[in-house]
Nanobody, 129 residues
Framework: QVQLVESGGGLVQPGGSLRLSCEAS????????IGWFRQAPGKEREGISC????????NYADSVKGRFTISKDNAKNAAYLQMNGLKPEDTAVYYC??????????????????????WGKGTLVTVSS
């Protein structure tokens, strides 16, 4: 069982930056691929980024590509999402989750491939002036 806890959210002005953390309890993250997801008010949860267990491969949704950077530190048992150039449309609750599944060596950003028991409660990011 792997349970994740997200942190680092808050209120930031447009154009600002935040760094989200995803930390694991009870289990080592070294074997898991990590995905970041977000759910904006009134919308379905969407996958925005993922990273393979070794950190060797990453993937991004078009909406965040070039602005967000995912990373993973197995020694600290944590993953991160550096968010730069934040926009009001980035306002959402952000979640991380763990997966053991890849396709052709690439991590996946589809919720169904992530362990149900790994989802945290999320961290709220609000981008507003």
């Amino acid at each position: 069982q792997v349970q994740l806890v997200e942190s680092g959210g808050g209120l930031v002005q447009p154009g600002g930056s935040l760094r989200l953390s995803c930390e694991a309890s009870r289990s080592s993250l070294q074997y898991y691929h990590i995905g970041w997801f977000r759910q904006a008010p009134g919308k379905e949860r969407e996958g925005i980024s993922c990273i393979t267990n070794s950190g060797g491969s990453t993937n991004y949704a078009d909406s965040v590509k070039g602005r967000f950077t995912i990373s993973k530190d197995n020694a600290k048992n944590a993953a991160y999402l550096q968010m730069n150039g934040l926009k009001p449309e980035d306002t959402a609750v952000y979640y991380c989750a763990a997966s053991l599944i890849t396709r052709l060596g690439m991590c996946l950003m589809t919720e169904e491939y992530y362990r149900m028991d790994s989802w945290g409660k999320g961290t709220l990011v609000t981008v507003s002036s």
